[in-house]
């Protein structure tokens, strides 16, 4: 079955940095679009950026151009999320899943959510 695994979460202070990974797992990665997405406390699942099966379409959520990096390495099935100058809003749960034209978690493809991998900012 496809699914995600996420890593790379942690507690950074405003203005820090983070790296996160989402290794995929059961099928072969090139064919998908793939996003990440937020899930802030107490709030909906948030699109925050999505990167197409060859990286040459990436979209981002108005609040984290600049700031956030999306690029996959698809012989390693990795996609990844550079983060720096990150702020409090940042903060929640940060999920990969397969994704649609529009950068919405496609609910056609059968997969398996991941853990999830925890940002915190705060100082």
């Known amino acids: 079955q496809l699914q995600f695994v996420e890593s790379g979460g942690g507690l950074v202070q405003p203005g820090g940095s983070l790296k996160l990974s989402c290794a995929a797992s059961?099928?072969?990665?090139?064919?998908?679009?793939i996003g990440w997405f937020r899930r802030a406390p107490g709030k909906e699942l948030q699109a925050v950026s999505c990167?197409?099966?060859?990286?040459?379409?990436?979209s981002y959520t108005d609040s984290v151009k600049g700031r956030f990096t999306v690029s996959r390495d698809n012989r390693k099935k990795t996609v990844y999320l550079e983060m720096h100058n990150l702020r409090p809003e940042d903060t929640g749960a940060y999920y990969c899943?397969?994704?649609?034209?529009?950068?919405?978690?496609?609910?056609?493809?059968?997969?398996?959510w991941g853990q999830g991998t925890e940002v915190t900012v705060s100082s």
């Open positions: 059961g099928f072969i990665l090139d064919y998908y679009q």
């Open positions: 899943a397969v994704a649609d034209s529009k950068c919405r978690v496609d609910d056609l493809i059968d997969f398996r």
């Open positions: 990167i197409n099966f060859n990286g040459e379409r990436i």
